[in-house]
């Protein structure tokens, strides 16, 4: 099956410092990855659009120069928070889809925690 | 506006019974409609798809169904079980292929 390792799963950074999450595919390919964001006891708010080779496409509200998003290969996708503050704690959440006939696959997540 | 809800934040049933929730949409043309689950501080599990042009899909003990005149899809897990206890979303394909979830509702099965 599809499978996507999502790290760290857990980080708590200062205020200021900048925090890089990592997104893999392991057992296919990824043209395409997608980065949400979800706060306690809400729903998962897609965040951007991640393409391998080329710039990332960000939704609505989502600042790209606090949000960057680099996809330099096939099996992986980074999303690095610039300039953390602790608005920006979150649960993040990677996804990718392996055919079209097949939901997407998650990764187990990331609680980021600034302080 | 854009919405997709479903109809309730917490859903409570007695085990062995049959759970259902509802998603309902609005402003949406999806190409797909899914269902996730999801537990407390994981990420979604794919559960089941649904097409446009499809009325119904069964796996196992769940099944879906899709009526895009209602814009609304029912989830159904017959015979559930307290290890089906968790918030299940429904999510939005559209033709970009971009994910859009609901609200969720947490299922609790009482036994």
């Known amino acids: 099956g599809a499978v996507v390792s999502q790290h760290p799963s857990r980080v708590i950074c200062k205020s200021g410092t900048s925090v890089k999450i990592e997104c893999r595919s392991l057992d296919f390919q990824a043209t395409t990855m997608f980065w949400y964001r979800q706060f306690p006891k809400q729903s998962l708010m897609l965040m951007a659009t991640s393409n391998e080779g080329s710039k990332a496409t960000y939704e609505q509200g989502v600042e790209k120069d606090k949000f960057l998003i680099n996809h330099a290969s096939l099996t992986l996708s980074t999303l690095t928070v610039t300039s953390a503050h602790p608005e920006d704690s979150s649960f993040y959440i990677c996804?990718?889809?392996?055919?079209?006939?097949?939901?997407?696959?998650f990764g187990s997540g990331t609680r980021l925690t600034v302080v | 506006s854009q919405k997709i809800e479903q109809n309730s934040e917490a859903l409570n049933i007695q085990e062995g019974k049959t759970a259902t929730l509802t998603c309902n949409y609005t402003?949406?043309?999806?190409?797909?409609l899914q269902w996730y689950r999801q537990d407390p501080g994981r990420g979604p599990v794919f559960l089941l798809l649904?097409?446009?042009?499809?009325k119904e899909k069964r796996k196992e003990r769940l099944k879906v169904t899709f009526d895009t005149t209602l814009k609304q899809s029912l989830f159904h897990i017959t015979a559930s079980q307290p290890a089906d206890s968790a918030t299940y979303l429904c999510?939005?394909?559209?033709?970009?292929?971009?994910?859009?979830f609901g609200t969720g509702t947490r299922l609790t099965v009482i036994p």
């Open positions: 402003n949406y043309s999806p190409a797909y």
């Open positions: 649904i097409r446009e042009n499809e």
């Open positions: 996804s990718a889809r392996r055919d079209r006939e097949y939901g997407y696959t």
């Open positions: 999510a939005l394909q559209t033709g970009a292929n971009n994910l859009f």
